[in-house]
C-alpha cells in the first residue's frame, strides 16, 4: 500500500446542508470525519439570497450567511474540512476508495455522500444574468416564492414538479403564467387537471422562453414566442421560476450504487444506507421530493447516526 494513502474513519462528500450537519455529528461521535467540499463550497444555498424558513432565525437569513455558520459549527467540533472534489470511487470491496482531484486516494471506513443535486435552467444568458443578479429567477417555488406574494410571476415546465409548483405559487400570487415547451403536459392527468383548474394560472402551450427582461436588477417581464404561430409576447412578471427539472450529482456512483431511472441514489426506505455497506446518503442526491434545506439536514443527521452504528458493529 502506497504512503500516500489516507486511512480515514469517515468521509463525507459535499459540504451542503446535509454535509455539513453529517459532520456536526459524526465530529461529536469521535469519528473524525473529513469533509470535502465539492466544486460549489456549500451546495445550492450559496446561490440563495434570503432564506426565510430555516428555524431559529427569525428576520430571515442569506443562503452564504446560513452556509458559513454551518461550516465554522462544524468546525468547532473537529471536522476537517478541504477543498476538492471526489472524482472517482471503487466500491467493489470491503475497504471504500474515493480519489480527490485524480490524484489523491482515500481508503474509508464509511463514506456520506451529500453531493446534492443541481436545478435545470433554460440557459438564456438573461436568464442567468438575473439568477446571478438573485433578482427573480428561481428554480424553487417553495423556497422563493413567498418573496413574489401579491405579484404576477412565469412559470415553465410541463411535469408534475412544474405543476405542482405552479399550484403551490397560484396561492402566493395573483396571477401565474405557465408555459409549456410542447403541445401537452408530461405532467399526470390528476396534476393538469388541478393547474387547468385554478382560477388565477393562466395556461400557455407551445411557447419558448426567448428573453427575461427587465431593468438590469430585477426582472420585469418575461418575453415568449409561440412556437407554431412565430407570435412573440411579452407577459409582465417580477418572478421567473423555472421548473424543468434537476440532475442529481451522483454520476461517479453509478457503477456501485442503485439509481433511479433519473440518477437519484436509492436509499434503504426508513435509512440513509445504500445498497454497499458502510456507504450512506443524505440530501438532495437522493432526494427528488421535498429539495429542501431542512430535510437536507435531517437526513444528513440520519446518514451520521447510520454510520456511527455501522462502525460500532464492526468494533
Not at 456549500?42 to 452556509?67: A, C, F, R, S, Y
Not at 437522493?286 to 439536514?297: E, L, M, S
Amino acid at each position: 500500500m502506497s504512503d500516500t494513502i489516507e486511512k480515514i474513519k469517515c468521509l463525507i462528500i459535499g459540504s451542503g446542508p446535509a454535509g455539513y450537519t453529517a459532520a456536526i455529528y459524526a465530529a461529536r461521535a469521535n469519528m473524525f470525519p473529513v469533509l470535502y467540499q465539492g466544486m460549489q463550497p456549500g451546495g445550492q444555498l450559496t446561490t440563495t439570497n434570503e432564506v426565510e424558513n430555516w428555524p431559529g432565525n427569525p428576520e430571515g437569513i442569506t443562503g452564504p450567511q446560513m452556509m458559513v455558520g454551518l461550516e465554522e459549527q462544524s468546525k468547532r467540533f473537529g471536522t476537517d474540512v478541504r477543498d476538492g472534489w471526489a472524482t472517482k470511487v471503487d466500491f467493489s470491496g470491503p475497504i471504500h476508495k474515493v480519489w480527490i482531484n485524480d490524484t489523491k486516494e482515500i481508503h474509508c471506513e464509511t463514506v456520506i455522500i451529500s453531493t446534492g443535486a443541481t436545478a435545470k435552467y433554460l440557459g438564456l444568458p438573461s436568464e442567468q444574468h438575473y439568477l446571478n443578479m438573485g433578482g427573480g429567477v428561481s428554480a424553487c417555488a417553495v423556497c422563493d416564492g413567498f418573496f413574489y406574494r401579491n405579484q404576477e410571476v412565469v412559470i415553465v415546465g410541463a411535469g408534475d414538479s412544474a405543476c405542482e409548483e405552479a399550484h403551490y405559487l397560484s396561492k402566493l400570487c395573483t396571477k401565474v403564467t405557465m408555459l409549456v415547451r410542447s403541445e401537452k403536459f408530461r405532467a399526470s392527468k390528476i396534476m393538469e387537471q388541478r393547474v387547468r383548474n385554478t382560477e388565477n394560472i393562466t395556461i400557455l402551450m407551445n411557447y419558448d422562453t426567448e428573453e427575461v427582461l427587465g431593468d438590469g436588477q430585477v426582472v420585469t417581464a418575461v418575453k415568449a414566442k409561440n412556437k407554431t404561430t412565430g407570435e412573440i409576447i411579452e407577459i409582465p412578471a417580477t418572478g421567473f421560476f423555472v421548473a424543468i427539472g434537476h440532475k442529481p450529482n451522483t454520476d461517479i456512483f453509478a457503477e456501485y450504487l442503485t439509481l433511479d431511472e433519473t440518477g437519484y441514489i436509492v436509499n434503504i426506505s426508513g435509512t440513509s444506507k445504500t445498497n454497499v455497506e458502510g456507504v450512506f446518503v443524505g440530501g438532495d442526491a437522493a432526494d427528488h421530493v421535498y429539495r429542501q434545506a431542512i430535510t437536507a439536514a435531517g437526513t444528513g443527521c440520519m446518514a451520521a447516526l447510520d454510520a456511527e452504528r455501522y462502525l460500532a458493529s464492526k468494533e
